[in-house]
């Protein structure tokens, strides 16, 4: 692998020291990079936090500056946590129904039967991103043309080319779901938008502040991190067309190979948490009121937890990767992210035979410490029909 091909930075300090330490604006994150560590670090929410009252702080790059809405449930801990999460849990399980399904492959399935008519194609821009913005409406349930304005928005949506925090582009975001709102309110349907203003919870009405936190993070959440995993497996198919065949040859591994491509590509790398008291982590001192990072990234290639971490092997059997976060804030979207890449493999086994890169662009994370790959800012690929 040379194209597709995702290094793991992080190897040697964690073998060495099991943290790593990064800058963020002028504020510290210890990164905690062992699987056994992250997933205890997770679990231990009373000693590192997702809520308090700095809205935003946990994302990494914070996102304090151009963000007063706590996004929910994720910038919340047990019990309240909780009692948001199942209110919402049923409508994110929706992409395990048939009719969804269908209506996903219907999408993926005419997107791949354009590009198959073109001479190349901009993956990231002309294929993820539509495929990514077109698969939300489902998740949203509202019309399929909505797509074409989020499409317009770009791939990022509080990131521009000239800065990693552009608040005027998060404020289209936030006007846009403050209109969308008020429509529902006014024109009840069948939207996530509307079922969420007919949510109870604690023998009340949602807020309109907690329904736009809500959306804020269905919609900036599940963005990027399924465009990179879209843009990633095409790369990877496009220089190893016999996994391809392999898994045509056997549809039965499709499962497995989802699963396996999360834990190499690790779409989101890392999530960071506040420590509300003085503690440690791997033997390392971790002050009240610091940050830290929970770095799926890293614990996904633990030499520890997987043979042969740093290869893609598309049967692996035993498989228990950070991807999608884990503890009580594990990916609320996971369900419809890895729909979305089984239904993209079906499609591609049945129409395209291989794939061709012509040119490329890497996207690299700049972590001070540490530099990581996480696919690609542009890259053009040739698709070649099944015959």
């Not at 300090?13 to 099991?18: D, L, M």
């Not at 801990?77 to 994110?92: M, N, S, T, V």
């Not at 399904?101 to 219907?106: A, F």
């Not at 043979?307 to 884990?326: A, W």
Request: charged letters at 30%; glycine letters at 6%.
């Amino acid at each position: 692998m040379k194209v597709s091909r995702i290094p793991d930075p992080f190897e040697k300090a964690r073998k060495e020291k099991g943290i790593g330490h990064m800058n963020d604006q002028e504020d510290h994150v210890q990164m905690v990079l062992g699987l056994k560590d992250v997933r205890k670090t997770a679990h231990n929410w009373k000693t590192f936090q997702s809520g308090g009252s700095e809205i935003g702080r946990i994302v990494i790059p914070s996102e304090q500056k151009i963000r007063d809405i706590r996004q929910i449930p994720f910038e919340l801990d047990p019990p309240e946590h909780g009692e948001y999460r199942q209110l919402l849990e049923a409508w994110f399980k929706r992409p395990q129904e048939a009719g969804y399904q269908k209506k996903l492959e219907q999408q993926i399935g005419t997107l791949v039967h354009e590009v198959l008519k073109k001479d190349s194609v901009e993956v990231v821009s002309e294929f993820a991103l539509p495929l990514q913005s077109r698969a939300l409406t489902l998740l949203l349930n509202i019309p399929y043309a909505e797509s074409e304005l989020w499409i317009a928005w770009g791939v990022h949506v509080f990131r521009s080319e000239t800065t990693a925090l552009d608040k005027d582009k998060a404020n289209v975001l936030y006007k846009y779901i403050d209109d969308r709102i008020d429509n529902a309110t006014a024109n009840p349907g069948d939207d996530l938008y509307s079922v969420l203003l007919d949510t109870d919870i604690n023998g009340r009405k949602l807020t309109k502040e907690e329904i736009k936190g809500i959306l804020v993070l269905t919609f900036a959440g599940g963005r990027d991190t399924v465009i990179n995993m879209v843009t990633n497996t095409i790369a990877y198919f496009a220089e190893h067309p016999e996994s391809l065949q392999k898994l045509r040859d056997n549809p039965d591994l499709i499962g497995r190979a989802v699963e396996e491509f999360v834990r190499y590509f690790s779409p989101l790398t890392q999530m960071g948490r506040v420590a509300t008291e003085d503690t440690q982590i791997c033997a390392h001192a971790v002050k009240a009121n610091s940050r830290v990072s929970l770095c799926w990234a890293s614990a996904n290639r633990d030499e520890r937890v997987f043979d042969t971490p740093n290869d893609i092997v598309l049967d692996r059997k035993l498989n228990p990767h950070l991807g999608f976060g884990f503890g009580h804030h594990k990916c609320l979207g996971a369900t419809h992210a890895r729909q979305v890449l089984r239904t993209l493999i079906q499609v591609l086994i049945a129409n395209v035979a291989t794939m061709t890169v012509l040119e490329y662009k890497e996207n690299i994370e700049d972590l001070d410490e540490f530099k990581r790959k996480v696919g690609f800012n542009s890259i053009q690929v040739k698709f070649n029909r099944l015959s």
